[in-house]
Nanobody, 124 residues
Framework: QVQLVESGGGLVQAGGSLNLSCAAS????????MGWFRQAPGKDREFVAH????????YYADSVKGRFTISRDNAKNTVYLQMNSLKPEDTAVYYC?????????????????WGQGTQVTVSS
């Protein structure tokens, strides 16, 4: 069992930065791939970024590539999403998820656990 709690969201002006954190409980955190997704009002949940269980391999949606960085610290059971050069279209609730079947990391339905989400609002 893995429980996930996101934090770090807030209101920021366009061009600004935020660093989201996702703290996990459970001794098996390091065996899961971790992903960030987001959902804007009236839109479907979309993939943002993913990191493999052992860290080095990362993947990003084209819309955030070059602006967002995902990382993890297995010793702290935490995954991060550093978001730079934020745009109004990045406004959404951001969720972190844990997945064992990492081949399907872009598919939200394949994730085993989810956090409650944290709101990110980018003003123009």
């Amino acid at each position: 069992q893995v429980q996930l709690v996101e934090s770090g969201g807030g209101l920021v002006q366009a061009g600004g930065s935020l660093n989201l954190s996702c703290a996990a409980s459970g001794r098996t955190f390091s065996s899961y791939g971790m992903g960030w997704f987001r959902q804007a009002p009236g839109k479907d949940r979309e993939f943002v970024a993913h990191i493999r269980w052992n860290g080095p391999s990362t993947y990003y949606a084209d819309s955030v590539k070059g602006r967002f960085t995902i990382s993890r610290d297995n010793a702290k059971n935490t995954v991060y999403l550093q978001m730079n050069s934020l745009k109004p279209e990045d406004t959404a609730v951001y969720y972190c998820g844990a997945i064992r079947r990492t081949y399907y990391f872009t598919k939200g339905d394949e994730y085993d656990y989810w956090g409650q989400g944290t709101q990110v609002t980018v003003s123009s």
